[in-house]
């Protein structure tokens, strides 16, 4: 029973890292990403769908993605749908196909998406330690019962702390690799 909980909790500080990083993914650094536009919902025949589900996306050069829709009767709802979302790019289409320009980022801006980034990490960080405050609790409790002994609860909280200690690291790293990125010119 003690591992199985300790299963769990490494399962969802795993879960909280990925996630972490799919929200790092989704700061524009300037170049061309997929991840930034796929799930923009778009009026597809009456329906709210992701861009993804209505066409494929291409990136053609550093700065350029094509969406090239699978309908192409739903191209101007595909263009409204992504320039509603307020991205901080250029759409245009030539009636089969259309094109999202990145434009270079200014120092204000890079500064911007930095400090997003951090504030992110520091959102996952927090979910961690209350991850880590309730599968401590549980073990209390279970110590508390005398389903544990002292020992073993001392122990298992040591191995939740090395746990978090070494996703927090992963998350550190990966923030700041993210920063690095975000600042190159």
């Known amino acids: 029973m003690v591992e199985e909980y300790f299963l769990e909790y490494e399962d969802k500080l795993s879960k909280c890292f990925n996630r972490l990083i799919d929200e790092l993914m989704l700061i524009r650094v300037g170049r061309a990403n997929p991840k930034l536009i796929e799930n923009i919902k778009v009026d597809y025949y009456g329906t709210k769908t992701p861009v993804n589900q209505t066409g494929n996306i291409v990136v053609q050069d550093a700065r350029m993605l094509v969406v090239s829709p699978w309908d192409v009767s739903t191209l101007k709802s595909i263009r409204a749908g992504i320039e509603s979302a307020n991205l901080g790019v250029a ?95």
Request: glycine share 2%.
């Open 91 to 185: 759409v245009s289409d030539d009636g089969k196909i259309i094109r999202v320009s990145f434009p270079m980022l200014t120092e204000e801006r890079r500064k911007e998406h930095a400090k997003e980034a951090k504030k992110l990490l520091e959102e996952a960080k927090i979910a961690m330690r209350n991850i880590r405050r309730e599968i401590l609790d549980i073990y209390k409790d279970m110590k508390k019962n005398s389903e544990i002994t002292e020992d073993e609860y001392s122990t298992i909280e040591k191995d939740v702390q090395k746990s978090l200690d070494n996703y927090t690291i992963k998350a550190d790293n990966a923030c700041e690799k993210k920063i690095a990125e975000i600042m190159e010119v």
